[in-house]
């Protein structure tokens, strides 16, 4: 199969994933933010339109489960979308280095993103959900994706 | 990371910017949308592309609580043989009064039992689904309460689901009283540093009267949201005075929102006055020693 239709199953695939954890088991924080992850791993391989859309659909479903907030996840996924396709310009490298810190920035700046969306009077403190929660899902989503991209071998395909 | 080919052309690039600004303008709009539009987008995704994810969790959470009801039927079973002896008295006296006083009746019609589903997702922890809807009477604004009292209130209804906020929630305000109607004011949540540390505050009381901890806070029913008489929390310490006119309490919730499986939804026609529902069971096990709520 194509990189680009690997990816494309990878993204649906973590998406459902994302959901049963989350939605389905009720798992929390426990399960990390898969979403994310299948938005930041698609990002690299279209371009930013496209990635843009699909953290806006990607958004739109998180915001569905939360309506005290609506748009607030939509803004961030879809930021995050064009940023991370935005990378694919100006970055070249599959260092693990750099993946780690794709995602962990990644999900920081969506974690970021969504703390400025969602109003004053909804949001936690900014130590709390950004700097500590924001992190620490960072580096849950880095491992993840860095253990997807070896086991898919999507990376891989610039060193042959 | 993928290959990269050769770079993009001028064209495709101001095309996928103006794709991708086009989202973001979309994505932002719907922060501004009306609230009735956002609910229709929401409700939309759910009842089409959510549904199977909700329908696990409703699935998981019955199995769940069908194997805890396992073994504590089987707890149950060992007390009650135990005890059937000495308690069959009580019992019948217990139905006696009950049926005495209508307690059935009167709750019966005014409450609905449902299962609290969580969403789980980031930006909707204060916010659960219930399992019933405008088909069984169901309003928005109806009181969600458990047997132990208040959890928080439905914002939107649907069919057969509907939506709701616990007191965790920032706007949530009740107006409350002390259990003996000897003070009023109204109660809010107070957030903590992290979430884990979220109170209710009895707030807008008068300086120079004094409630005594543990002392029960009730709904008043001023207002109009909540009915007179749901249990929200005990008094805990001083939160603060303003001036020497007002005074603020820290309460102990009588509900954690985070552990409500199973909820009692008000429907139509609401009851003015529930406080006959919880007097019997949870009340007198919190009221303070001296029977008093508050030191003039």
């Known amino acids: 199969m194509r990189t680009e239709g690997r990816v494309w199953v990878l993204c649906v ?24 992850v299948a938005l930041l791993l698609g990002a690299r391989e279209m371009g930013m339109g496209r990635a843009a859309g699909l953290g806006l659909f990607f958004g739109l479903l998180e915001d569905a489960l939360g309506v005290l907030s609506f748009g607030a996840n939509s803004v961030a996924m879809t930021v995050v979308g064009a940023l991370g396709a935005v990378t694919r310009d100006l970055f070249v490298g599959d260092s693990l280095f750099f993946l780690v810190s794709y995602f962990v920035i990644g999900k920081w700046t969506r974690d970021l993103v969504h703390w400025v969306m969602v109003g004053e009077s909804l949001r936690a403190p900014f130590a709390e959900q950004v700097v500590v929660q924001g992190l620490m899902g960072g580096l849950y989503a880095a491992l993840v994706g860095v253990l997807l991209l070896g086991i898919t071998g999507i990376g891989k395909r610039a060193q042959v | 990371m993928p290959a990269y080919g050769p770079g993009p052309e001028t064209n495709g690039g101001r095309q996928r910017g103006i794709l991708a600004a086009t989202f973001l303008i979309l994505a932002l709009s719907t922060s501004y949308l009306p609230a009735s539009v956002q609910q229709r987008i929401a409700w939309s995704m759910r009842v089409t592309i959510l549904v199977p994810f909700l329908a696990t969790q409703d699935r998981l959470t019955g199995a769940q609580l069908n194997a805890r009801d396992v073994g504590d039927l089987m707890r149950q079973l060992d007390s009650m043989t135990a005890l059937s ?8 006296e217990n139905r006696d ?9 009167r709750a019966e019609p005014s409450f609905l039992p449902a299962t609290v589903l969580r969403p789980g997702t980031q930006g909707s922890e204060r916010f659960f689904f219930v399992d019933v809807g405008r088909a069984h009477g169901i309003y928005e604004g109806a009181p969600v309460v458990t047997q132990d009292g208040l959890v928080g209130k439905i914002l939107d209804v649907r069919e057969e689901i509907s939506s709701g906020m616990d007191w965790t929630h920032p706007d949530f305000s009740a107006s409350a009283m002390l259990q003996d109607g000897s003070m009023f004011g109204l109660v809010e949540n107070r957030r903590g540093d992290f979430r884990e540390v979220d109170r209710l505050v009895f707030d807008g009381t008068a300086y120079n009267e004094e409630a005594l901890p543990g002392t029960v806070v009730l709904t008043s029913g001023f207002g109009g949201v909540y009915p007179q008489g749901i249990p929200i929390g005990v008094v805990d310490e001083v939160e603060g005075t303003q001036g020497r006119w007002r005074k603020s309490y820290y309460l102990r919730a009588m509900v954690q929102p985070g552990a409500v499986r199973h909820v009692l939804v008000t429907r139509r026609p609401a009851e003015a006055d529930v406080s006959a529902l919880w007097l019997a069971d949870s009340l007198q096990a919190m009221e303070p020693a001296s029977g008093e709520g508050r030191i003039p």
């Open chain 2, 85 to 92: 002896s000495t308690r069959a008295v009580l019992v019948e």
């Open chain 2, 97 to 105: 009064l009950r049926e005495l006083l209508g307690l059935a009746d």
């Open chain 1, 13 to 36: 695939g973590l998406a459902l994933a994302h959901l049963l954890l989350h939605v389905g088991l009720a798992i929390g924080r426990a399960a990390p933010d898969l979403l994310t």
